[in-house]
């Protein structure tokens, strides 16, 4: 079946600091694969997505690159804000349906 | 543009009680999804409507669960009787169209706790 492996969180950085969430995923087939965010008291939003391996998505400062010969998708910032603090879900879509597999959430915590 | 509506935002009731969920997605929006999210999971996919068709609904718990959406716009999801296990987040979503661009517009979503 499909899935997706998130790092624990919380995630708790300074400001300015450098971010990387891991994502890990199992497919059966070719899948596209996303980062959702959801800030909160607001609901998931997309962040960014990339379709095919070694496509890199981004987005607000944020990057992933899809590795299919790792099966990752990892998140990364270069130097985040108060304002990144939010819950950030890793997800892939296979198939027709918009049908997509979440993983659990990491929790990113930014403080001054 | 308003965004996924979703109400009530929490609701608390007794196991065996009925509660029904209300959605109204995006303006234009023709497919409808409803997700369930557990405490400290992601959400899980219960049933998605193109237009009033529902066109997946293999995770549905059917038992207990129903939802419709008259005239492929609003939707309503019901639990009928609830379970302690049904206390979660249920998150309605909607998206232009059907093309599988995974571009989902959720709501902020209706917190159930079952008592």
């Known amino acids: 079946g499909n899935s997706v492996t998130q790092m624990e969180g919380p995630v708790t950085l300074s400001e300015e600091a450098f971010l990387t969430i891991n994502c890990t995923y199992t497919?059966?087939?070719?899948?596209?694969l996303f980062w959702y965010v959801q800030y909160p008291g607001e609901g998931l939003q997309l962040l960014l997505k990339a379709t095919k391996a070694d496509d890199k998505g981004s987005n607000k400062g944020f990057e992933a690159t899809y590795r299919k010969e790792t099966t990752s998708f990892h998140l990364e910032k270069g130097s985040v804000q108060v304002s990144d603090s939010a819950v950030y879900f890793c997800a892939l879509l296979v198939g027709g349906g918009n049908k997509l597999t979440f993983g659990t959430g990491t929790q990113l915590k930014v403080e001054l | 543009e308003a965004g996924v509506v979703q109400s009530p935002r929490y609701k608390i009731i007794e196991k065996k009680q009925p509660v029904a969920f209300w959605c109204n997605p995006i303006?234009?929006?023709?497919?409808l999804y409803w997700y369930r999210q557990n405490l400290g999971q992601g959400p899980e996919l219960l049933i998605r409507y193109e237009n009033e068709e529902a066109v997946d609904d293999s995770q549905l718990p059917k038992d207990r669960f129903s939802a419709e959406r008259l005239k492929g716009v609003d939707s309503t999801l019901k639990i009928q009787p609830a379970e302690l296990g049904d206390s979660a987040v249920y998150l309605c979503a909607s998206s232009f169209r059907t093309g599988d661009t995974g571009e989902l517009f959720f709501g902020e979503g209706s917190r159930l706790t079952v008592l």
């Open positions: 497919a059966t087939g070719y899948p596209s």
């Open positions: 303006s234009g929006h023709n497919t």
